[in-house]
């Protein structure tokens, strides 16, 4: 978007023409700051200069000046923050003054001051800087989300175009507070507001659709300017940040640990294919009261449940079908019109929808390895088919339990031989990593279709043995596709984009393997 603002554009219209994502860029000099702002401005027209990175900020804004005047697409704010405030600046206050008001000379539409800065300087001098740049006034709190609205106030005796409140998350909670006063005090003063640290990384996001004017992206994962910032490509390929608005569905993946999931790479897929004005996100819930009040703050459409809350989240759900019920297990939310939360478990679906595509279910064996969340969600799944299954588990409590729960049977390992199964099932952890382990020794394995569950590494050992034996198999990614195709119709009454969803997850998990092998700086 071209965007070329000078002193005489009212500030006020600046929210509505600029776009969503700012690229914060740093560097040692000069060079290295315009040699990425060099690559990336064709697809972020909208550049932070973080001068107070820079040894000698007055000596590099003349190279920002030509910088910007050969690329006059651009949409510039300078920054020089204090060290006290966050930044690395050290000179003194008339100094930080001279910086931004020489980054406005050389180009910079808008400049960054921080609220302490501000309330040091003389009025006249905070006016006179305004008088020529769009001003942003901006308070960071290293520590904590708290007193937004008070910290608002106190800005607001300042006079400037943006007010820019960022906090820092420690819980999801924090995020929902800061959602909540950019609703509420962003229809009168024009706010950019976003939590810090690994738990605010939702409000990169959400911010821009609960309000705020634009949010701020890394130049990559490893080059970022603040904690939790997420990498401008993956806020416009993964989040689609250009169309988050006010009525974006809002969905996402909830567990700990989060991190790795590659939820949010395959849902975000499933929506940009099918058009659905939506955005999955991950959210890392470190106990379930931070979870639940999440979910009771942020209007969450959907909600894809992980370790460790899939039976923890079920007595604070409105109503559950009568299979996830009986599963006792919970790793689908959605929010009906009602307001109500109804839960739903589609690790079934993602077992039998795969087994159903190589043979019939009805009437055949099948063997499961194992007897937590994902066995169960198998077990119950293919005896509804009319599927004769066994179970075998490391502890054998746990799998006589669930075969009296399931109508299903208990088998020793001495005695696997004695049945020629149709399908072995493993939903045990093991094979998981780089690791050649395998829940099953090579003779055991036999069967006409192997089914592993895990899909981090794609081929796991189990597969590989049963693969050279000539036996069908089934890697864990299908089940992890349409486990999240099913979650994927549920939400939005579409039938998933399945196939793009799969080809999405296999690069992911390539890119992955392939990152994991390249030897560490
Ligand atoms: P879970 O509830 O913790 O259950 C794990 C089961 O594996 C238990 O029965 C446990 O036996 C057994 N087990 C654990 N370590 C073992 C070992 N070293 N040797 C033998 N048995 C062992 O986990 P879950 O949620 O069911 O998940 C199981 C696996 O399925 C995980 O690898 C998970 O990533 C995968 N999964 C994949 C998908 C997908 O979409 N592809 C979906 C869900 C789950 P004990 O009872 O003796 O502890």
Redesign the pocket.
Known sequence: MALALSSTVAPRFLPMRLPKVCLALSGDTAEDMLSTAESMARDNPFLEFRLDYLKHPLAALPKIHRFLEAHPYVTAIGTCRRVDNGGKFKGSLASQLEVLTKANAAGCQLVDLELESALKSKAEAIARLRSRAGLILSFHDFRATRNLDETLDKMLKVPADFYKVVSTATTLSDNVAMMKFLQSRGDKHALIGLCMGEQGLISRVLSVRAGSAFTFGAVSADLKTAPGQISTRDLRSIYRIDQVDAVTRIYGVVGDPIEHSLSPIIMNTALRRENVNGVYLALHAKTLKDLIHCVRGIPLHGLSIT?PY?QAILSHLDNTDAHTTKIGAC?TVVRGQDGKLYGFNT?AA?VVRPIEQRLSIEGAKVLV?????????AVFGLQERGAEVWIL???SA??QKLARQAKARTIKRADLRKIAFDVII???????GNTR?C?LKDEEIQARVVFD????PVETHLLQVARAKGIAVIP?????V???ARQFEIWTGKPAPADDMLRAVTIALQDRATAQKQPKA
């Open positions: 370790m899939k790793n690790d993602g390895l194992g007897a937590g969340g994902a066995a169960r969600a588990n490391r502890t746990k799998a493993n939903a045990t952890p093991v094979g998981m382990d829940p569950m895990v899909y981090d864990g990614v299908e089940m992890f349409q486990q999240a």
